[in-house]
């Protein structure tokens, strides 16, 4: 199952649609992907996906991302090679968070 789903991810096929036909949850089969590294070659649209996009924020990245407010979300992300999604959701995320673990706010 494991090598059939891997193929899978890595030819661009979605996590719903290979967890919806092996029996298995979209949520577990998700987490199985980032355990044992697998990301499809490509991402949606043909455009490669992000270098970093599972990788933790840095202070600087965090700083960057939440008061650059003078670039676009799309340009903070390319900025810091992770996608427009993951910038925008941490910007989010860190607006809302009671601490400032970054101090940055």
Do not use: C
């Amino acid at each position: 199952m494991r090598f059939e789903a891997t193929q899978r991810r890595e030819a661009g096929e979605s996590v719903a649609d290979i967890a919806a036909s092996l029996g298995v949850n979209e949520s577990t089969m998700g987490k199985w992907f980032r355990a044992w590294g697998v990301r499809p070659v490509v991402g949606k649209y043909g455009q490669s996906l992000a270098q970093n996009q599972w990788k933790r924020w840095t202070r600087e990245e965090a700083a960057i991302a939440f008061t650059r407010t003078d670039l676009s979300i799309a340009e903070r992300a390319a900025l810091l090679k992770r996608s427009y999604t993951a910038v925008a959701g941490y910007i989010h995320d860190y607006q809302l968070r009671p601490d400032d673990p970054h101090g940055i706010k």
